[in-house]
Antibody, heavy 118, light 107 residues
């Protein structure tokens, strides 16, 4: 059974760095074709893909946020970590991690709401 | 980046109606198109991948079609549990862009 769970702070201050952890089970990020992505959704708005890390440690980022994002994995812990620097109130959103198998995000975590406010 | 445009943004329909949602890509994405259903406060759920392949466990009243730049999601007979927001997403290139969503409401 594939499960993913996001964890991290619910509230961050402007200019701070956000660190989110995706802890998963039911698959290995060492398996060829497996990837984990981060997607966010501001309240009442559409989904926005942010970043992806592949089984071979290739990493991909949303162009407009590339300078602020870092994605990494710890295969032994079954975790993927996303950091986003210089947080702003417009970054307030629910952040999801999702597994992709051969390119299609098929399992998602329940999401974690991050509010950026002083 | 590839832009994904859905239409309509919202629609009202009755139980039993046939519903069609369209998604247009700003360039050809072959059949690299996925559809998701999202209910309020929940994570998106994969319905259709590769434009027309039904994800395991998804009812057969859902179907997808299209290739290139134009795609459709159809619900053959709308059920009460289908009232939700639907998103398309291209998996042709990075970044994996989503449409703006189509909200299906009760008429």
């Amino acid at each position: 059974q594939v499960t993913l769970r996001e964890s991290g702070p619910a509230l961050v201050k402007p200019t701070q760095t956000l660190t989110l952890t995706c802890t998963f089970s039911g698959f290995s990020l060492s398996t060829s074709g497996m990837c984990v992505s981060w997607i966010r959704q501001p309240p009442g708005k559409a989904l926005e893909w942010l970043a992806r890390i592949d089984w071979d440690d290739d990493k991909y980022y949303l162009t407009s946020l590339k300078t602020r994002l870092t994605i990494s994995k710890d295969t032994s812990k079954n975790q993927v970590v996303l950091t986003m620097t210089n947080m702003d109130p417009v970054d307030t959103a629910t952040y999801y991690c999702a597994r992709s198998n051969v390119g299609v995000p098929d399992y998602w975590g329940q999401g974690t709401l991050v509010t950026v406010s002083s | 980046d590839i832009q994904m445009t859905q239409s309509p943004s919202s629609l009202s329909a009755s139980v039993g109606d046939r519903v069609t949602i369209t998604c247009r890509a700003s360039q050809s994405i072959s059949s690299y198109l996925n559809w998701y259903q999202q209910k309020s406060g929940k994570a998106p759920k994969l319905l259709i991948y590769a434009a027309s392949s039904l994800q395991s466990g998804v009812p057969s009243r859902f179907s997808g079609s299209g290739s290139g730049t134009d795609f459709t999601l159809s619900i053959s007979s709308l059920q009460p549990e289908d009232f939700a927001t639907y998103y398309c997403q291209q998996s042709y290139s990075i970044p994996r862009t989503f449409g703006q969503g189509t909200k299906v409401e009760i008429k």
